[in-house]
């Protein structure tokens, strides 16, 4: 009865919240269900001088509740406590960190109140909540929901890349977090504000958590610098994102134990002469377990901030950690539950459990808590997770929505490309096309194959090319395959990969790590949930995700370095490409982003000794804007202020891809032709239509 009266109490707290949200605000109402923009707000100006007055939907095989579910389904993301992000202010403002200007500045895409989103958060943006706790967490549609803009119309892309900074986003977050604690004004206000929302009791309570997640946010970024080789930021930007970089960051904290630290922090190499003495190792280990809870890693650090100089700690994350250091264009989901394998890379088989476990590593980069930890026995979880049988096992707890997870991949099946609107964007030139479709068949369907995009039976086959051979910028590839970490608790574990069983010692291919993780979360049942319906709902959700799941195991397609024995990981050296229905709508290009519109893809990279007179490949241009630009097919690029793209930094080179160009061979070794201007507009109004 009293868990009953809080659980009511807390309802109505919230419903109070939303209703003195909307005084003072003009129109604040809950849009309906059947609102043909889907709850989307409009913007007058913005610091990068887009406006649109209207947001149209295409026709992609959802409807107006399709859209809003996704938006706002959750899926175990707690990146912190709800309350403190509705109160939390910017930095050197009063006015909240979450209203409309300051989110659509990082880019993401500001909404109106709907009975799924009372409080009008962004999309992408959801309350989550994991064992009675609220928390603000992001969805699948704040990375893979996009908007283009033309005429002051927003079309509106669900499953397209995001235009998001997460990056710059989570930074200002943390300073504002820290904001609020030295300056008293803020401070107070906040407390004020969140005590009477009516979760927490005390403000010791709320300056406690505040501490603590600042703490873990500032842990997190500074975890996740981009940097290279020799210490220089490799900077993100608008509409990309270094998710595995981060994502194999995130493992590696969770795995590190006692063992590895300890054997590191005695290490004269990281920390100067010696290392430290047993009595100071013993000192900084205190009440840490084999298997670190989420409180002992936040003391850990503590104590270790307190006691390392900022070289020590410098030079013990790089032990740890990878730099995440090739930012990559949020994919598109459209046909993904068609596709045999996902990634830029190729890394993900879309098989049985695949797409269960590829979301379950996207949900542990978002902040999904974990949980994990070692208790006596065996059960059907360490079985199925490949757990050496023993008298100990490790429970992988998460946050991690797995029911919501293969609801979500189920959800996809039936979103479809989008169509260009030339009642929009204007009409398409078909003898252009036409000619351009032959050029189309000549240059790029040996790797692009056509696809009917509303075909149920459509299956999309990724045709994997070594980056030598295609010539784009390999940093993503080569991280993916090359990068290492302590295996820590996952020591001395068997991990299945293409050509067969390997064994995790010491330090590991990450990629490994990444998949006995993401199987062990997805072999776990969730704690939230009371005995019996945790394990009936977990036994459906495994047998819904391989009955739904048509995609058998298979191998790739196309020519890469095949896994051995002695790389098991060779194969990772290469790129995909896919089916380009809805390709006009995908700005920028190439898996890196480097590239602001189609029409620039067919041009070539401006190399040394080329003539000044010709047409190149923008080397550096401006990214943030959503305004379109349907001649070139992409992103307005220059004449504002944004964030500016240098193809010249890091993971960032526009080169390769070149065939439209006679600088890339076709896959039988021959280089086409160059094409001249018109063919090159002749190909891209082809484009446009598929």
């Known amino acids: 009865m009293k868990q009953s009266f809080e659980s009511s109490k807390k309802q109505l707290l919230s419903f109070i919240s939303v209703l003195l949200l909307c005084v003072g605000i003009s129109a604040c109402t809950l849009i309906p269900e059947t609102d043909p923009e889907r709850g989307a707000a409009t913007v007058t100006q913005d610091p990068f001088g887009d ?182 930021n490799v900077p993100y930007g608008y509409a990309r994102l270094d998710a595995f970089g981060r994502i194999y960051n995130r493992v590696l904290e969770h795995l590190v134990n006692d063992n590895v630290l300890k054997e590191l922090l005695s290490d004269g190499g990281v920390l100067g002469n010696t290392g430290m003495t047993d009595e100071e190792l013993n000192k900084i280990m205190q009440n840490v377990d084999q298997i670190m809870t989420g409180d002992q890693r936040d003391h850990l650090v503590q104590r270790l901030t307190k006691t390392l100089t900022w070289e020590q700690l410098g030079k013990l994350r790089q032990k740890l950690f990878n730099p995440p250091n090739a930012p990559v264009s949020y994919p598109f989901l459209w046909d993904i539950p068609q596709h045999d394998y996902v990634q830029w890379n190729g890394l993900a088989a879309n098989a ?82 036409f000619r351009g479709k032959l050029l189309f068949n000549q240059y790029c369907e040996s790797c692009h194959a056509r696809i009917d995009r509303a075909d149920p039976q459509r299956r999309i086959v990724a045709h994997m090319s070594k980056v030598s051979d295609v010539g784009t910028d390999p940093v993503m590839a080569k991280n993916g395959r090359e990068y290492q970490g302590y295996s820590g608790i996952l020591r001395n574990q068997y991990v ?66 095949p896994d051995t024995t002695v790389d098991p990981f060779a194969s990772l050296n290469a790129y995909k490409a896919r089916s380009l229905n809805g390709i006009w709508a995908t700005a920028p290009y190439l898996h890196n982003g480097s590239v602001p519109t189609l029409y620039d893809l067919l041009l070539p990279k401006k190399r040394e000794g080329d003539p000044e007179e010709g047409e190149y490949r923008p080397d550096k241009f401006q990214v943030g804007s959503r305004e379109f630009d349907p001649e070139k097919v992409g992103l307005k690029s220059e004449g504002y202020k944004g964030f500016t793209f240098d193809t010249s930094l890091k993971g960032n080179s526009n080169a390769g891809h070149e065939y439209a160009s006679g600088v890339t061979a076709q896959l039988d070794g021959t280089t086409l032709p160059k094409l001249n201007k018109e063919e090159r507009l002749d190909l891209l109004e082809y484009l446009k239509t598929l």
């Open 51 to 232: 406006s649109y007055t209207t947001v149209k939907y295409l026709d992609q095989g959802w409807d107006n509740a399709d859209s809003l579910w996704f938006y706002t389904t959750t899926q175990g993301s707690n990146l912190m406590p709800y309350d403190f992000f509705m109160a939390l202010e910017q930095p050197k403002k009063s006015e909240l960190f979450r209203n409309d200007e300051n989110m659509n500045f990082y880019r993401y895409l500001p909404q109106r109140a709907t009975s799924g989103n009372p409080d009008a958060l962004p999309v992408g943006w959801v309350k989550d909540s994991y064992k009675d706790k609220e928390y603000i967490g992001l969805t699948c549609a704040a990375c893979h929901t996009g908007q283009l803009n033309f005429n002051g119309v927003g079309i509106r892309i669900d499953g397209g890349p995001a235009s998001a900074d997460m990056d710059t986003i989570m930074k200002d977050i943390a300073i504002a977090m820290h904001s609020t604690q030295r300056d008293e004004e803020k401070k107070n206000r906040f407390v004020k504000n969140v005590l009477a929302l009516g979760n927490y009791k005390s403000e010791t309570e709320i300056l406690g958590d505040l501490d603590k997640y600042k703490q873990r946010l500032s842990s997190y970024i500074t975890i996740n610098r981009s940097v290279d080789e020799n210490g220089n």
């Open 352 to 433: 049985g459990l695949g797409p269960l476990g590829r979301n379950t590593g996207e949900v542990i980069g978002v902040f999904g808590t974990l949980d994990w930890k070692e208790e006596k026995g065996f059960s059907i979880s360490t079985l199925i997770g490949g757990q050496s049988a023993g008298t100990k096992k490790i429970s992988f707890d998460s946050s991690v929505n797995v029911h919501n997870l293969s609801r979500i991949e189920s959800h996809l099946d039936k979103l479809q490309s989008p169509v260009w609107p030339e009642d929009i964007l204007g009409k398409l030139d078909k003898e252009r096309a």
């Open 496 to 561: 299945s990969v293409g050509i067969g069983d390997i064994l995790l010692d010491q330090k590991a291919p990450v990629a490994a790590l990444l998949t006995k993780a993401t199987l062990n979360v997805v072999a776990t049942p969730d704690p939230d949930k009371w005995f019996l319906r945790r394990w009936a709902d977990w036994l459906v959700d495994i047998a819904t995700a391989f009955v739904r799941n048509k995609i058998n195991p298979s191998l790739k397609h196309g020519d890469y370095d």
